[in-house]
């Protein structure tokens, strides 16, 4: 490989100046001037429920009300994969906050008084709060109408139950996997909701002007995506892509909350309704928790069979989702974790049920690790499991069986290249695996626990990147792409891509935020792709620059185009040693010849990427056919656990994660994504704690009981280790990394907390409450009071997997 | 009902008109312009809002605006009137922040500590931004950098 000067360097973020000093500008920070609307949402106290009627007569008499909007004023459906969300719902409520009506006034306090005078009635119906309940027969159901609903080709509801989406993937032969193990074990993991608490709230600002053009500036991951889910709901009133315009400045975070179109649709639908004034609508932190997306929970049985020498024979995985009230994007996490259960193991015999079960709790969505989290905290801790039933040592079980380049996976493709092996090593060498530890406190017990993971982007075949470029008059270069900094350090990694192949200087290039109106396409910021595939883009744009320029040098002077090559900001010729002619010199104004004409103009282009070599098309049966992830990455990570005996107190001693970047374009901002993700892995198992009451209200809608980490609860010690066997169709060899790192956490601490004091949690989150009840011999379901975390409420250990009569549909 | 109130905003006296019931957050960025602290939560858990009041950080979302009259307000804006601070350079160098979001809040609480204890410790330079939540960063880099500028300053010494 010729030597690297850009990629692979540590640049510094080319966003962090503006937000050090404070200058970086979000959504909430743009001014309207004094026309702008505020916008407040009446919504549903009740779960379940029929709307009889919505009297908005003493709102609309309030002095300072513009409009108040309803179902009746604004009646489409959208979705992403499966169109089954309403902008306002005309005839029913499926979750409590669920918005029924907006007022739309000249300031926020009117707009907030007025709303408390619309008038609702309700039927009350009777919620769907337990996954038993959902999938009985003659079950209650939440979508009547799931059978009309438009959808993407591989997703498969069942009308007339509350299945959304049933992901089942076949390999081998499953009974005969079983036959040849030595051992089957088989158990059952739950892992509730998570929400993904990015500190700047949902914010849109939507003007529709009398020239009948919509722009929407929005706290998004997703601009294009955005446009193009509005545009398709707002189509009946005679709006297309050309009309509506998406701008994305800065975002306060993500995770999968901002992808997709959730709260937008709010902002987009008032904003037709009150032409020719821009009207805002700012989630409170309570609406953040209950109406964006939320992390599913779920119910998931694991079969694992083995050889007595530790061969994986096969694996039965069922996973039951509560996907909550509208799975429009919530289904598409289902499927890539029925694609995707085995985890990073070469499993012959495999089958994979993934069920996505309409619920009366908030819509489901992406979350950081797309469903991946989930599963991995139940294959994780039974693989370590497991291996103490056979006796042997976990980690070497999970390197028995860890997956390699050209492995056949469970839906039937190859395996790509795979550092996995590597990075088991590294971290068990890091950890100090199987040396035991003693803390000097005698109240102090330390354990340490061990996790594999992968994770593929979760995309549709046709998910595209583009990019254009453009030098300036003194050499420097714009790049207007529409992947989002959504704070992973994107724009850095585009320019140090660009810089690679035109060896123009990082901090000679500027990448912008995304316009719709004039940045390249992007399909979205989701699934750890765009290093990639924007990545990928970008790099075409950079080449197709760097064609453009030597054409100019040709036929300006003459030069054999094969003999030029760019170095320090110049062209040069090997050919002609003494030759060289800075960018700058010629990329706006051209080279001018001896007859005083000039030849050239302004250097500028463009560059696509599609994973062309994907499909979604498979037997719904099977799963076999298709090639519908483009690659894993994969990673091992450890922890070492301290637990106070008597408060059940964790403290993360030491945390080590090794993942495998293909080639790290930038290592400390993988080491950043490494440290970030941890931390937030860790939340999940440690502090994070959601709460629904038995009637589906979310009881702890805010940072004071809904708890994430501080600077007083992060780890001693995290070690990121990055691992680079490269991805041949990535740049310059990259894949992504960003949301993998948090997949692994939940289930090294209950391996960890197993470790060192003998309690075996099968459910998330592992507190310090539920670890000191457990460990004295209190079991917390008795005495957690009548909340629930997920719509589950039975006894895992009894669980019926099979809803025979809801899936005869 | 509206009440003038004069106050001392970045350094530059400034004059407003305020409703009795006016949160602070909301008169510095819809009314003085100051747009670098963010409305997080509105109820004092999450730091995005944080300013200095006469050099203390104060939770502006809660607070009214007429508490702050005849008062002194610092924002990130003020801070670098002169150039990056020392905890500016230390946090770019340290690759600080990832969304950015909590920067302003943060950057106040760690300017306050700085002041009163040059040279903290980590511990107490977790103690200082615990009321500042970040969910991307893990903390890690933000402790460094303000570790780091003590580091630096006694090494100058």
Known sequence: MTQLNFVGESSKRIDLLAKVTGAATYVDDLDFGGDLLYAEIVESPYAHALIKSINTAAAEKVPGVVRVVTGKDFPYRFGLYMQDRFSFPTDRVRFVGEQVAAVVARDAKTAKRAAKLVKVVYEELEPVLDLTEALKDNAVLVHPDLGNYTRCPWFFPQAGTNIAHWRKTRKGNIEQGFKEADLVFEDTYTVPRYTHCAIEPHVIVGLYDLAGRLTLWSASQSPYTQRNVIAQALAPLGLSHKDIRVVTPYVGGGFGGKAGVSMEIIGAALAMMVKSHPVKVRWTRAQEFYNTYQRQGVVARIKLGVKKDGTITAIEHSLHWDAGGYVEYGANVVNAVGLSATGPYRIPNVKIDSVCVYTNLPPSGPYRGFGYSEFHFGLESHMTRVAQKLGMDPVEFRKKNAIREGDTLAYGAKMNPSGLHEAIDRVAAEIGWGKKEVSKDPDKVLGKGFACFWKAPAMPPNAASAAFMKFNEDGSLNISVSGMEIGQGFLTVMAQIAAEILTVPVEKIRVELPDTDRNAYEWQTVGSHVTWGCGNAVKAAALELRGKMFDVVRRALGFDEQTLYLEDEKVKCRARPAFELPLRDFVINGIQTPHGNFIGGPILGSGMFMPEFTSALSDPETSQGGHPNVHYTVGAAAVTLEIDRKTGKMRVRKAVLAVDAGKAINPELVRSQVVGGVVQGLATALYEDIRYSRKGKLLNANFTDYKIPTAMDVPDEIVPVIIEVPQPDGPFGARGVAEHTMIPAAAMVANAVEDAIGLRMKSLPITAEKVALESSGISYDDVKGATVGFCFMGSADTYKFHAKGAAKK | ?157
Not at chain 2, 32 to 55: N, W
Not at chain 2, 62 to 84: F, K, M, P, S, W
Not at chain 2, 93 to 103: D, I, L, P
């Open chain 2, 1 to 157: 009902m509206n009440q003038r109130i004069t106050l001392k905003l970045n350094g530059e006296t400034r004059s407003v008109d305020v409703e009795p019931s006016d949160i602070l957050i909301d008169v510095l960025r819809e009314k003085l312009g100051v747009k670098s602290p963010k409305i997080g939560c509105e109820k004092g858990d999450c730091g995005t809002c944080t300013i200095l009041l006469d050099g203390k950080t104060v939770r502006s979302c809660l607070i009214l605006a007429i508490e702050v009259d005849g008062h002194e307000i610092t924002t990130v804006e003020g801070l670098n009137r002169e150039g990056l601070t020392p905890l500016q350079r230390s946090l770019l160098e340290h690759g600080s922040f990832q969304c950015g979001f909590c920067a302003p809040g943060v950057v106040l609480s760690a300017t306050e500590l700085l002041e009163k204890n040059p040279q903290p410790t980590e511990e107490e330079a977790k103690e200082a931004i615990a009321g500042n939540l970040c969910r991307c960063t893990g903390y890690e880099p933000i402790i460094k950098a303000i570790v780091g500028v003590g580091q630096k300053a006694g090494g100058r010494v």
